[in-house]
């Protein structure tokens, strides 16, 4: 098998040294808006995180590199593509890359404990906010404001998603339907082979989910809260996990404290201003968290 990997030289112009290089595995569906997103530009200096690509998962990947340089860890960071969120945490777990470049649910880690290391927290419980999202032409959908008619709609999601079905369970929705690529659920939604699935709000006009040629749109009105905290894992199999580990607890302090990481999640759309009088459907209160 070929092992697929980019450096971010090919994607950002950021030289990529033999020996001063460190390896992380993402979707691959979030490489082009990450490549959109950086552009020329070297993702140390960004200090804006809207624009072009710019959205929840593509902002953290540049968090990333800031808070392991701000935490003293120099190396360079190369992306591996990859189409699974459970490969990206098998591979991790057998030390076959350094860490995921995508933030993981600490629910999803707690049987990885003896072979991870846990950064801190960027997105703390309670404060993943996302949208019911549908196909622009679904009034069925669209007009579905209340618990009552949510629990008639069937959704799309991943079966290794535990926050998003443990939300619809909540919801009462019990036709879901499942895929393992992000594209191909929202495919599924635009088929109408499912009415909804869940994501984070965008950036964009009308807060759009934008994947390839098609396109989804948030059910106006109401939102929703998946429970639990999203952190960085590492692979103790790689030699040097204690310093990346040292560098992020050190680093997401200092991005933390300078407000970066509020302001990278509200640019990007993700804690969107546009949302904040909307509707929670599912108060915290009312589910059992999946993380910490």
Known sequence: MIVRVLCLMLLVAVPCLAG??????????????????????????????????????????????QALHLGGFKSKLVLRPENSYLRILRLVQDGQVALSAALVWKADLKN????????????????????????????????????????????????????????????GIKKIYYSTYWPQIVRMVVARRADITLAPFQSNPGMKVQVNDVELVPIPGIKVSLPGSRHWPISKKHPESAAISAALVRGIAALEANNTIQRAYEESGFFHPAVKNWTLINPPDTHSSTGD
């Open 112 to 171: 990885y404990e003896d072979t991870l290391l846990i950064s801190p927290a960027l997105v703390h419980e309670g404060e993943f906010i996302a949208g019911i999202y549908t196909h622009a032409t679904n009034s069925n959908a669209l007009n579905a404001k209340t618990p009552e008619a949510l629990r008639q709609l069937s959704a799309a999601s991943n079966s290794h998603w535990k926050a998003d079905i443990a939300t619809l369970h909540q919801l």
């Open 20 to 65: 001063q290089t460190l390896t992380a595995a993402v979707d691959e569906d979030i490489i082009a808006d990450y490549q959109l997103f950086v552009g020329e530009r070297d993702p140390l200096d960004i200090i804006h995180f809207s624009g072009p690509g710019a959205r929840r998962d593509v902002v953290e990947i540049v968090l990333l590199q």
